[in-house]
């Protein structure tokens, strides 16, 4: 049996989309001790061809209480190899699983931008990323 009928997906490549950090001048540490910090994750796949896709997994941090430090927005982007479109009960695992790819670039890049920005590094947890878009395989 040929190797290559076995690989569903394989990332070609990821890029960085977009990075905005904003420092919130009006944060008083005094009036928020306790810090909660609530992520925002979005995702979008998108078919290039018959043969690959996009994915572009973002979280954004933002609070309209002035209860956060800052306010980032980050979005990445994977290339991905996808050997079976003709098949559609695969798009939900090749979602799936371009995002669990993704997820650690986007922890990293939050935790670089945030321990450079001088605040307090912010480090998503490790966990199984498509927790957070259960209902909206």
């Not at 559609?88 to 799936?96: D, F, H, M, Q, V």
């Amino acid at each position: 049996m040929d190797q290559k009928q076995n690989i569903l997906i394989r990332l070609i490549g990821y890029s960085v989309d977009k990075v905005s950090f904003i420092l919130n001048k009006d944060f008083d540490v005094k009036e928020h001790p306790k810090i909660k910090v609530v992520p925002k994750f979005d995702r979008e796949m998108t078919r290039i061809d018959d043969n690959t896709f996009t994915m572009s997994l973002s979280v954004s941090f933002d609070d309209d209480h002035n209860g956060l430090p800052f306010y980032m927005d980050v979005q990445i982007s994977g290339k991905f190899l996808f050997t079976r479109w003709e098949d559609e009960k695969l798009y939900p695992i090749a979602k799936t699983n371009a995002t669990s790819v993704l997820y650690p670039y986007i922890r990293a890049l939050v935790t670089t931008i945030t321990a450079n920005s001088n605040v307090p590094p912010y480090i998503l947890p490790v966990m199984n990323s498509n927790i957070l878009f259960k209902d909206k395989i």
